[in-house]
T-cell receptor
Framework: AQKVTQAQTEISVVEKEDVTLDCVYE???????LFWYKQPPSGELVFLIR??????QNEISGRYSWNFQKSTSSFNFTITASQVVDSAVYFC?????????????????FGKGTKLSVIP | NAGVTQTPKFRILKIGQSMTLQCTQD?????MYWYRQDPGMGLKLIYY???????DKGEVPNGYNVSRSTTEDFPLRLELAAPSQTSVYFC???????????????FGAGTRLSVL
């Protein structure tokens, strides 16, 4: 079974501070994908990034960066110079590719989310 | 760009009533999903479909039914509403074109359902 743990339930930071959201995952499958989604106060889920298990390169997109470490089963998300618009709930999610099938993944296992509040 | 559209946005049901949550996507995605989100929790998969006419159960299917007669539409049916079904429901879709790919799921805005 797969599991995603986001130990930080809520985080508050002052605008312009950097903040890191932690994500730890568990799976026995060797092929899997990790995702981050943002859920702003309006409620929809917005896709941020996807990373497969064979690509441990860190990624940067503007103020966002992601650190993937297989050795610690972690996929952490850092926001640099946070802004009020970053206030949202952030979800880390995992999907696995079963070794016995060539079918694509169909289920996302979500963490419970981290609520980030950026205070002006 | 409509993407994934869910209706209604809000609904209040009485115990025992039935309703259908509508979901339609205009991206020609073959995979569609229904999730529920309870307060302070992540999303849990209710049902999914890999194409028209093909559906399967997810993690929490009890109390729900689905059908997929077209590529675009994937309605979720609650037959006998119970307070435990009070939740926010999300529909999602994705395109799977190669085996083994971790497809990106795109979500609708959600339906907030209260059963009283």
């Amino acid at each position: 079974a797969q599991k995603v743990t986001q130990a930080q339930t809520e985080i508050s930071v002052v605008e312009k501070e950097d903040v890191t959201l932690d994500c730890v995952y568990e799976t026995r499958d060797t092929t899997y994908y990790l995702f981050w989604y943002k859920q702003p106060p309006s409620g929809e889920l917005v896709f941020l990034i996807r990373r497969n298990s064979f690509d441990e390169q860190n990624e940067i997109s503007g103020r966002y960066s992601w650190n993937f470490q297989k050795s610690t089963s972690s996929f952490n998300f850092t926001i640099t110079a946070s802004q009020v618009v970053d206030s949202a709930v952030y979800f880390c999610a995992l999907s696995v590719i079963p070794a016995y099938s060539g079918a694509g993944s169909y289920q996302l296992t979500f963490g419970k989310g981290t609520k980030l509040s950026v205070i002006p | 760009n409509a993407g994934v559209t869910q209706t209604p946005k809000f609904r209040i049901l009485k115990i025992g009533q039935s309703m259908t949550l509508q979901c339609t996507q205009d991206m020609n995605h073959n995979y569609m999903y229904w999730y529920r989100q309870d307060p302070g929790m992540g999303l849990k998969l209710i049902y999914y479909s890999v194409g028209a006419g093909i559906t399967d159960k997810g993690e929490v299917p009890n109390g729900y039914n689905v059908s997929r007669s077209t590529t675009e539409d994937f309605p979720l049916r609650l037959e006998l509403a119970a307070p435990s079904q009070t939740s926010v429901y999300f529909c999602a879709s994705s395109y799977q074109n190669t085996p083994g790919g971790g497809n990106i799921q795109y979500f609708g805005a959600g339906t907030r359902l209260s059963v009283l």
